[in-house]
């Protein structure tokens, strides 16, 4: 059974925060009165013959309007790639603009390089774990002894500066692993 309070939010959704239209634009577009729409936002069940127009003339998939994926657009390709690997639709049309551009090549070969690197997933982690610190039950701190001084610092902190080192080291790990590749081949590094 189609949850009706699923539908009407992601209806909401679709007109307020992604084709940012008023009710009375949005119901315009669909050839509807405001009323009806406003209706469905207050909870009134959609009529099916209603959802298909509103999938047809905004080109929103079914599927995001069902609370069944979390892509908006009627694409395969972008709903396939969601499927598989888990990105938001925002960061796939990020990487196809960026696949469409002029320094393509390079820029999705540094994105490559740093997704295949081993320590990919190690960055994963620890950036996921800076957002499930709970900052309402107090700070969390780490306490280092270094040379007999005690230093503290937040967990945040802590991961912060431990990825940006980290991070540095890859990015020259790959430089140098590009420079080798290049002089390999005979090219100029």
């Not at 979390?70 to 696949?99: C, D, F, M, P, Y």
């Not at 080291?169 to 430089?175: E, T």
Request: charged fraction near 30%; charge should be negative; glycine fraction near 6%.
């Amino acid at each position: 059974m189609i949850e009706r309070k699923i539908v009407n939010r992601r209806v909401n959704e679709l007109r307020d925060n992604i084709l940012c239209l008023t009710q009375k634009d949005f119901a315009e577009l669909l050839g509807k009165g405001r009323s009806t729409v406003n209706n469905w936002e207050q909870g009134t069940q959609i009529k099916s013959d209603d959802l298909e127009r509103i999938c047809r003339v905004t080109g929103a998939s079914a599927d995001y309007l069902l609370g069944l994926s979390e892509v908006w657009r009627r694409s395969e390709s972008l709903q396939s790639i969601h499927a598989e690997t888990g990105l938001s639709e925002e960061a796939i049309i990020k990487l196809v603009k960026i696949n469409k551009g002029p320094d393509a090549e390079r820029f999705l070969r540094v994105i490559s390089l740093l997704i295949e690197n081993s320590n990919a997933e190690f960055f994963l982690v620890l950036l996921s774990s800076l957002f499930d610190i709970d900052a309402s039950s107090g700070p969390k701190t780490i306490s280092v002894d270094i040379n007999g001084e005690p230093l503290t610092m937040s967990t945040e902190g802590f991961l912060i500066e431990h990825i940006k080192t980290l991070f540095v080291q890859d990015i020259l790990d790959i430089k140098t692993s590009i420079g080798k590749r290049r002089d390999g081949n005979g090219e100029r590094s």
